[in-house]
């Protein structure tokens, strides 16, 4: 597509369950990102994709995140064990090899966890 | 640190009066900068970036902005504004080279319009 889809737009889910949430990164973007957005914490990084090499997770805010990214395109980002404070819009982000910086975001997923 | 501020948490102006989104960021060395603005619902939208050369740059919907290294600022200012502009305007920074592209974020502003 042209631009970065992720899905679901929207995902309400209980507390302690797993919830999976994926990013469909611009054709011929090499680097992926993940960001929060909370109310409390504005827009906060997760986690960074570039290519082949690997990620980096410095983001990350617990071991219940965990990231992966397959065949160098779409990535899923999955929280275990769902907490009330992981309530956020997830964000997703891609940019070429050569200017890494200048991102293109994706419309969002916005978790509830009742 | 590296950090970005907005300090204007709100901002309200009148549909055709200036508009200016003040933004300061502290950065080891001169950062890519960039502005995105949000609507409701929606994802980060790209306005415009300044990597090099002329400190004045042009973006999308008519907004500018202008990058001044002695007082780490990059601006954003639209001449008239319309209605459509109402949104969330977030100033960014990241590395100007090297592997990790991470974007900081300051906290954003919220603009309303006034008819």
């Known amino acids: 597509g042209a631009g970065v889809s992720q899905s679901p737009s929207n995902k309400v889910t209980e507390k302690g369950k797993d919830v999976e949430l994926r990013c469909d990164p611009i054709?011929?973007?090499?680097?992926l990102y993940w960001y929060r957005q909370s109310l409390g914490q504005g827009l906060e990084f997760l986690i960074y994709?570039?290519?082949?090499?690997?990620?980096?997770k410095s983001g990350l805010p617990s071991d219940r995140f965990s990231a992966e990214r397959t065949g160098g395109s779409v990535s899923t980002l999955t929280i275990q064990r769902t907490q009330q404070e992981d309530s956020a819009v997830y964000l997703c982000?891609?940019?070429?090899?050569?200017?890494?910086?200048?991102?293109?975001f994706g419309p969002g997923t916005r978790l509830t966890v009742t | 640190a590296q950090s970005v501020t907005q300090p204007d948490i709100h901002i309200t102006v009148s549909e055709g009066a200036s508009l200016e989104l003040r933004c300061n960021y502290s950065?080891?060395?001169?950062?890519?900068l960039f502005w995105y603005v949000q609507s409701p619902g929606q994802g980060l939208q790209l306005l415009l970036k300044?990597?090099?050369?002329?400190?004045l740059v042009q973006g999308i919907k008519g907004f500018e902005a202008e990058f001044k290294r002695s007082q780490s600022s990059f601006n954003l200012r639209k001449p008239s504004v319309h209605w459509s502009d109402a949104a969330e305007y977030f100033c960014?920074?990241?590395?100007?080279?090297?592997?990790?592209?991470?974007?900081?974020f300051g906290q954003g502003t919220t603009l309303q319009v006034k008819p």
């Open positions: 950065y080891g060395a001169t950062p890519y």
């Open positions: 982000a891609s940019s070429s090899r050569d200017r890494a910086s200048e991102q293109y």
């Open positions: 994709f570039q290519g082949n090499s690997a990620p980096d």
């Open positions: 960014a920074v990241g590395p100007p080279s090297g592997n990790t592209g991470k974007l900081i």
């Open positions: 300044y990597f090099s050369g002329d400190t």
């Open positions: 054709s011929g973007h090499t680097a």
